[in-house]
């Protein structure tokens, strides 16, 4: 019943910047946490940053001190504020969220977006 709708990829220079952001919707009882991830074909996808709901932050080595990751607790919904990016930096971008639902067992669970595709050129 959830849905995660991300927006915001698309095609930038290198030293450009992009935000990121992630709504969840659907019979949501909670958001345990919220996080980006990325991922390049024929590549292990990477956790990029992610933030529970202590609001503390993670941020992998390779994005800390350009990246930003919010939240909007209200709107359930999660940003990814991304500086300096690197031709490195290519990737499609996960928005994930540890969730409790209403139904039908208000048991926490793993959901995943779609995916935007977020290219930096040199």
């Known amino acids: 019943q959830v849905q995660l709708v991300e927006s915001g990829g698309g095609l930038v220079q290198a030293g450009g910047s992009l935000r990121l952001s992630c709504v969840a919707s659907g019979s949501i009882f909670s958001i345990n946490a919220m996080g980006w991830y990325r991922q390049t074909p024929g590549k292990q996808r990477e956790l990029v940053a992610a933030?529970?709901?202590?609001?503390?932050?993670n941020y992998a080595d390779s994005v800390k001190g350009r990246v930003t990751i919010s939240r909007d607790n209200a709107k359930n919904t999660v940003y990814l504020q991304m500086n300096s990016l690197k031709p490195e930096d290519t990737a499609v971008y996960y928005c994930?969220?540890?969730?409790?639902?209403?139904?039908?067992?208000?048991?926490?669970?793993?959901?995943w977006g779609q995916g935007t595709q977020v290219t930096v050129s040199s």
């Open positions: 933030i529970p709901s202590g609001g503390s932050t």
């Open positions: 994930y969220a540890r969730i409790t639902t209403m139904t039908p067992y208000k048991i926490p669970y793993d959901y």
